[in-house]
């Protein structure tokens, strides 16, 4: 993939208010060119926000993490296509990828599968009435998204290099749990920094708090492109 190190950044905009987010995005300037934004702001009139970022130049990941009948994700996703989004997520459920998939045809949106997500664990699946654990149901749902054209998964930084294994070379990978060495966690339990998270094969990193909560935003986002930058060589 021939993308620069500024390109791979996705700052999410996990903020309460298009007022707040209109501001980080002015901090940050040119240094962020790709945000993710996800309930909070999307359902406090982010939606629009995000057609303003999309006209000024700027790409937009929108987690929507969708999931419903086929004909009803189907249309969503049109609707997300006709905004201009780059991303958008869906759960992994194979009629629900295979909706997104007919969704988007013909436009530049690229859907993301969220195979397990990050806060359950085995127990959670099993009381969810799965039989399978959680690293053998984000495996078998990693085939089945490569399978039904779906363009990449959002995943932590540990499973990229299992999961590129199953997906080849041709899905793109997103990896949230990005820290740099000495931010704070926060509630995020498998870390990686942004060097290390592209070495184990993640394409995009998706960070929020070590940026938005720094006290100089534009100098941390500029850091986190210059290790990236490190490993990339561009
Ligand atoms: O602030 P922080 O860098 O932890 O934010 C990570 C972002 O990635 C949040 O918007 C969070 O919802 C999202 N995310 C995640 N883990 C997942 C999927 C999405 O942290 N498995």
């Known amino acids: 993939m021939t993308l620069d190190a500024r390109e791979r950044l996705i700052v999410a905009l996990d903020l309460p208010s298009v007022k707040s987010a209109e501001a980080m995005v002015a901090k940050l300037g040119e240094s962020v060119c790709f945000y993710k934004i996800g309930y909070q702001l999307a359902f406090a009139g982010g939606l629009p926000f995000a057609a303003g970022l999309i006209a ?71 009381a969810a009435g799965y039989d399978l654990g959680v690293g053998e149901l984000a495996a078998a749902r990693a085939a089945q998204a490569r399978d039904t054209g779906i363009d990449g998964l959002v995943c932590s930084a540990e499973e990229a290099a299992n999961l590129r294994g199953i997906v080849g070379p041709g899905m793109v990978l997103v990896t949230p749990g990005i820290r740099p060495a000495g931010t704070a966690s926060g509630d995020q339990k498998r870390i990686m920094t942004p060097a290390r998270a592209i070495e184990a094969g993640a394409d995009y990193l998706v960070v929020g708090r070590p940026v938005v909560e720094a006290r100089d935003p534009k100098a941390a986002a500029d850091a986190i492109v210059a290790e990236i930058e490190q490993v990339t060589g561009k």
């Open 56 to 126: 000024a130049g700027k790409q937009v990941f929108l987690d929507l993490k969708l999931h419903d009948i086929g004909n009803t994700v189907s249309k969503g996703v049109e609707s997300v296509a006709q905004l201009g989004a780059t991303f958008l997520t869906v759960h992994a459920y194979p009629q629900t990828m295979k909706a997104a998939v007919e969704g988007k045809r013909g436009s530049t949106l690229r859907i993301l599968a969220v195979t397990v997500l990050t806060s359950y664990d085995d127990a959670d699946l099993a």
